[in-house]
């Protein structure tokens, strides 16, 4: 699976942006997808998790609330709508693919294909 993540862009405070990511290959449908996050100077961080089927959800506790996952198996595209945007929200956002359903899924070491990143910056 190759993923193309994109929509990142500067937004103040308080704003929206939604995030995309694009797959390729037959088996898109058959992954877990992730978000995930690297500000400057910090670790990877876990964001949220969209099952294979859509039907469960998981977010960092930082962004529950504020930021929804989805996916359309059908064209392949996984999305972050995020919301109420804070400058805490800043960082790189990357997609990621887990062939595996698993509880600790909040690990970035558990996915085994990622996009290149797309960066989101919040200015207060």
């Known amino acids: 699976v190759q993923l193309q993540a994109s929509g990142g862009g500067l937004v103040q405070a308080g704003g929206s942006l939604r995030l995309s990511c694009a797959a390729s290959?037959?088996?898109?449908?058959?992954?877990?997808m992730g978000w995930f996050r690297q500000a400057p100077g910090q670790e990877r961080e876990f964001v949220a998790r969209?099952?294979?089927?859509?039907?469960?959800?998981n977010y960092a506790d930082s962004v529950k609330g504020r930021f929804t996952i989805s996916r359309d198996n059908a064209k392949k595209m996984v999305y972050l709508q995020m919301n109420t945007l804070k400058p805490e929200d800043t960082a790189v956002y990357y997609c990621?693919?887990?062939?595996?359903?698993?509880?600790?899924?909040?690990?970035?070491?558990?996915?085994?294909?990622w996009g290149q990143g797309t960066l989101v910056t919040v200015s207060s």
């Open positions: 990621a693919a887990d062939r595996l359903t698993r509880s600790d899924y909040t690990y970035a070491s558990r996915y085994d294909y």
């Open positions: 290959g037959r088996t898109f449908s058959t992954y877990a």
């Open positions: 969209i099952s294979i089927g859509g039907t469960t959800t």
